[in-house]
Nanobody, 118 residues
Framework: QVQLVESGGGLVQAGGSLRLSCLAS????????MGWFRQAPGKEREYVGE????????NYADSVKGRFTISRDNDKNTVYLQMNSLKPEDTAVYYC???????????WGQGTQVTVSS
């Protein structure tokens, strides 16, 4: 069992930056690839990106590539989402999740709200 808690959301102006954190419980954090997702009001949940267990490999959705960076610190059981050059369309609730098997995310955080004003 893994429990995930996101933090770092808030209100920011367009062009600004935010860093989200996701703290995981348990001793097995380093064995999970981690993903970030987001859901805007009235829209389906959207994949943002992911990072592998060691942190050496990342992938991003085209909509955030070049603006968002995912990293992790396995000693701190934490994965990060650095968001730069934010746009109003980035407004959403952001979730971190642990990948329990290929393309299946079995553990989810409660989400943190990010609002980007124009």
């Amino acid at each position: 069992q893994v429990q995930l808690v996101e933090s770092g959301g808030g209100l920011v102006q367009a062009g600004g930056s935010l860093r989200l954190s996701c703290l995981a419980s348990g001793r097995t954090f380093s064995s999970y690839a981690m993903g970030w997702f987001r859901q805007a009001p009235g829209k389906e949940r959207e994949y943002v990106g992911e990072i592998n267990q060691s942190g050496e490999s990342t992938n991003y959705a085209d909509s955030v590539k070049g603006r968002f960076t995912i990293s992790r610190d396995n000693d701190k059981n934490t994965v990060y989402l650095q968001m730069n050059s934010l746009k109003p369309e980035d407004t959403a609730v952001y979730y971190c999740a642990a990948e329990i098997k290929a393309y299946v995310y079995g553990y989810w955080g409660q989400g943190t709200q990010v609002t980007v004003s124009s």
